[in-house]
Each structure stands twice: as structure tokens, then as C-alpha cells.
């Protein structure tokens, strides 16, 4: 089958385009015909040798853990799916092998959902990861109720943007910081949009006085200190970008597939509670393209890539 894949860690251009060995389907697993799989930040940190101490590579790798497709041949133990049904998925395993930038992907049972039935197989693509992310922390790392006052960092971001969507849902209401160019945009998902950077604590004192309830850190750094600072007494912090979170007595959140999560978001998906913004489609040979662009932090929404389905 055609796939995306590379050799040996670096930047995005070991990555290849080319013909790399069918997947088996294990008994627990279905191969999926691949419609789209969308890009991720994580993505680019497994291809440059980032998570080499959490996760051994089976070179060639193929990259990419969402995909959103049709199943094709259920493995020998299955019988939650069957040929023809479209399905979501955020197939990830505990090595780099096997990824979704292919033709064809076997996916475990417990990584799959069925797919919204009112997104594009390219707005399906980018809800797994970054909606199990956002539904994952603010439902257990962050535990947020009605009447809380959430701050989301990078609101226009894959994961931000779902999250400002999840946490209205709640009853909270979301702060969330973004470049300018995006205020417009966090407005109309439900959130009250900052500019980030220098005075971003004065800017958020001002909306919030008295601190924010919870904050959703998705930077690291500078920007995950600002936010233990603004916490009003009692507020919980967590965040996917930087473990010194626990430092400041907050929690580092890794998501995880679960596939009643997932249905869950394709519940609220369904019922136009969560709608996944795409900015940039790209065929599945220009993967590389979409590594570069994802590299540079300033995306609104999700990066897909596509996989002719004809062929």
C-alpha cells in the first residue's frame, strides 16, 4: 500500500512517500480503509526522536495516530464493527510502527468510534486526539462544573478550540488566548479571547479579578508559570505540555484512546455541540508540507491530509 513514512529520526524531510508492507489485522483490531488522518503537534516531536524514551521505534515508522475512514475487514474477534461502517479513531499504540498516514491502518477496537455522521471524513480526522485531549483533561484532570471560570491556552488551536467548545458545554465560562488574527474565532466558539504574551496576567485579572477556577495549560513554559499565578484559592491547573506542572501542584495529563470517550465526543459532535475546524486539507504526498506547517504553532484549527479514495 502507498504510505507515509520515514527511516530514521529527523525533520520533516525524512519523511517518504511510497509503497511500505500491508497491515495485519490482529483478532482484536480492523483494518480501516483511511479517508483522512489529521496532523498533530506529537507528531513531529515521534518523527525528531522526542518521545524515544516513552515510545520504541519499528522502522519505517508511519506517523499519525487520527484517522477517519471505512472498515474494511474486522479482525476474527470483533464484533463491534463490520464491513462498510465509517469510524474515528485515535490509533495509538505503545511503540511507533503502524500509523494512520497510509492507505490502510489496523486499528485496535478500543482506539475506534463511529464517525459523526454530520462532519466530512476531513473534520471527523481531527476530532480523536484533539478531543479526547480536551475532554479528557477538563472532565479528569481538571474537573470542571457549571459556573467555573476556565482559562484556555492557544483557544484557537487544535485542542483549544474543542476545549473552549467542551467547557461552555459545561456551564463554565472560558477564557482563552490567542494570537489577534483569532480573536473573532474564540468568539464564536464561546470563549472571551486575550492576546498572549507579554501582560498576559494583567489581561486576564481584568476579565477575572479574582482569579480563574481552572486553567488548561497547552504551551509549557513561561505561560503554564503565568497561569499557576492567576489560579484563584482552590483553582486546579493542568497541562499536556509541560511536567513541571506537578511542580506547581498541578496535574501533567497524557491522553489516552478510550473508546467511550470518543463516542462521546461523536455524541456532542452529532449534536452540534462540538464542531472541529479544518484550515488546511492536503494530499496524503505532501504529508511533509503538513509537518512543516503544524511546526509552526500558528495553525487555527486542524491540518488533514487525504487519501484518494479510488485508488
Request: hydrophobic share 45%; proline share 6%.
Amino acid at each position: 500500500m502507498k504510505a507515509i513514512s520515514y527511516r530514521s529520526y529527523g525533520g520533516p524531510e525524512v519523511l517518504e512517500y511510497g509503497e511500505v508492507r500491508d497491515p495485519k489485522v490482529g483478532p482484536d483490531s480492523v483494518l480501516v480503509k483511511v479517508r483522512a488522518a489529521a496532523v498533530n503537534p506529537v507528531d513531529r516531536h515521534c518523527r525528531a526522536g522526542h518521545l524515544d524514551a516513552l515510545l520504541d521505534p519499528v522502522f519505517p515508522v508511519v506517523p499519525g495516530w487520527d484517522v477517519s475512514g471505512v472498515v474494511v475487514q474486522p479482525g476474527v474477534a470483533v464484533t463491534e464493527f463490520a464491513p462498510g461502517d465509517e469510524v474515528v479513531g485515535y490509533v495509538r499504540e505503545d511503540f511507533l510502527s503502524r500509523g494512520t498516514f497510509a492507505e490502510y491502518v489496523a486499528a485496535p477496537v478500543r482506539t475506534l468510534a463511529r464517525r459523526p455522521r454530520n462532519l466530512t471524513f476531513e473534520e471527523a480526522a481531527g476530532l480523536p486526539l484533539a478531543g479526547l485531549t480536551a475532554y479528557q483533561v477538563l472532565t479528569r484532570g481538571l474537573a470542571v462544573v457549571e459556573g467555573d471560570v476556565v482559562l484556555v491556552h492557544a483557544a484557537a488551536g487544535g485542542v483549544g478550540s474543542i476545549a473552549v467548545q467542551l467547557a461552555r458545554h459545561f456551564g463554565a465560562r472560558v477564557i482563552g488566548t490567542a494570537s489577534e488574527r483569532n480573536h473573532d474565532f474564540v468568539r464564536e466558539l464561546g470563549g472571551e479571547p486575550v492576546a498572549y504574551g507579554e501582560g498576559l496576567a494583567e489581561r486576564v485579572r481584568a476579565l477575572a479579578p479574582e482569579g480563574v477556577d481552572a486553567a488548561f495549560d497547552t504551551v509549557g513554559g513561561d505561560t503554564l508559570r503565568v497561569s499557576a499565578e492567576l489560579l484563584a484559592p482552590g483553582g486546579r491547573l493542568a497541562s499536556i505540555a509541560d511536567g513541571d506542572v506537578i511542580g506547581l501542584g498541578g496535574r501533567y495529563c497524557w491522553v489516552r484512546p478510550d473508546a467511550a470517550d470518543l463516542a462521546r465526543l461523536s455524541e456532542l459532535a452529532e449534536a452540534d455541540v462540538v464542531t472541529v475546524h479544518v484550515d488546511q486539507v492536503l494530499p496524503l504526498e505532501e504529508a511533509a508540507r503538513a509537518h512543516e506547517l503544524i511546526e509552526t504553532g500558528h495553525t487555527r484549527g486542524k491540518i488533514v491530509v487525504t487519501v484518494p479514495w479510488g485508488e
